[in-house]
């Protein structure tokens, strides 16, 4: 997976930033003051499934979801760190398509983005 891809990507959406989050080594993706995507190795002493994976945890509608994780199982994962019902952790090192990782991006911000006040919605879409 081209991560230098997935970062463009995950920063091309309007008011996108990333910051390191430096206690835990994670590059986090925000729009509004949210996060929408976070990026990060699990440290090699984190539970089963995520120790040592490379993931990538984004927002995601919970019927795709059940979908993903049906068809993935080993590597579409319940977040790590998030509420599982509402956010995935995809291993980055696995076979995923990237065609689908991105749309799994764009949908990530878009569910975030929706959730903000109207007021901020407009003057990130303004700039």
């Known amino acids: 997976m081209n ?10 959406h ?19 003051g949210k996060q929408f995507a976070c990026e990060f190795t699990a440290g090699p002493d984190a539970k ?17 979801i059940r979908e993903l994780r049906a068809e993935w199982p080993e590597t579409v994962l319940p977040a790590y760190y998030s509420d ?3 956010w995935i ?9 990237e ?3 991105l749309s799994l991006c764009d949908m990530s911000y878009a569910l975030v983005f929706a959730k903000l006040p109207k007021r901020l919605q407009h003057e990130i879409a303004a700039k």
Do not use: F, Q
């Open 3 to 12: 991560l230098d891809r997935i970062d463009a990507r995950l920063l091309a």
């Open 14 to 32: 309007p008011g996108a930033t990333k910051a390191l989050h430096e206690k835990w080594g994670w590059m986090v993706y925000w729009v509004g």
């Open 48 to 64: 089963a499934p995520y120790a040592g994976r490379h993931l990538l945890s984004l927002k995601c509608d919970p019927d795709r």
């Open 84 to 86: 599982g019902r509402t």
């Open 89 to 97: 952790s995809v291993d980055l090192d696995a076979n995923l398509p």
């Open 99 to 101: 065609r689908l990782v």
